[in-house]
């Protein structure tokens, strides 16, 4: 079964607006990563966040994490439309790091 | 630097066919993974190697086999093809340890592979 579902399924926004998406997970996690899939490519990481971690940056990424109500927000700020993808959340398992189960993604547009 | 390389990009078999998907990292890492991805919906796990030596399943392994060949390599076989295995594949790698954890994962461009 799924252990991360993303919120909403499609986004699409103008240029210049933020963009917000989030996932819920179920069991208890050591990290949460996002990934970018273009299409026709392969995933690309783009932030991983640790469960002792609160929120992190990354250039125009800003990712929360609430290990009380098992969920996790991708901001993307002042979007481009480069930025039109999928993006999706990942979590491993507390009982088994090595593994990654993935959420269904978000389908972000982004319209000039 | 190429990272995750896979073959075929492309692939047409008939019902009951086998094949192998290719996959090589030059990246050094531990773990290494496969993947399918059915439209609208995430990756699933097929298979993976956490280290030279060493394969388990994940949540699909039905239908398929792996080899890991040495650390760059890892190969993934369906024996008899059927249509319910239409889908992309995904093999990626990542550098997890047991200390380090959780790594990020480096994906190649993927198989795309239509089960006649």
């Known amino acids: 079964s799924q252990q991360g579902e993303e919120d909403p399924q499609a986004l699409s926004i103008q240029e210049g607006e933020n963009a917000t998406m989030n996932c819920s997970y179920k069991?208890?996690?050591?990290?949460l990563q996002w990934y970018r899939q273009n299409s026709g490519r392969g995933l690309v990481h783009l932030i991983l966040i640790r469960s002792n971690e609160r929120e992190k940056h990354s250039g125009r990424l800003r990712v929360t994490l609430d290990t009380s109500k098992k969920s996790s927000s991708l901001l993307i700020t002042a979007s481009r439309a480069a930025d039109t993808a999928s993006y999706f959340c990942a979590t491993d398992r507390e009982d088994s790091s090595y593994k990654l189960i993935f959420g269904s993604g978000t389908r972000l547009l982004v319209r000039p | 630097n190429a990272g995750v390389t896979q073959t075929p990009k492309f692939q047409v078999l008939k019902t009951g066919q086998s094949m192998t998907l290719q996959c090589a990292q030059d990246m050094n890492h531990n773990s290494m993974y496969w993947y399918r991805q059915d439209p609208g919906m995430g990756l699933r796990l097929i298979y993976y190697?956490?280290?030279?030596?060493?394969?388990d399943k994940g949540e699909v392994p039905n239908g398929y086999n792996v080899s890991r060949l040495n650390k760059r390599e890892f190969s993934l076989r369906l024996e008899s093809a059927a249509p319910s295995q239409t889908s992309v594949y995904f093999c990626?790698?990542?550098?997890?340890?047991?200390?380090?954890?959780?790594?990020?994962?480096?994906f190649g461009d993927g198989t795309r592979l239509s089960i006649l």
């Open positions: 069991t208890s996690i050591n990290n």
């Open positions: 190697s956490a280290s030279e030596g060493t394969t």
């Open positions: 990626a790698s990542s550098d997890w340890g047991a200390i380090s954890g959780n790594q990020p994962q480096h």
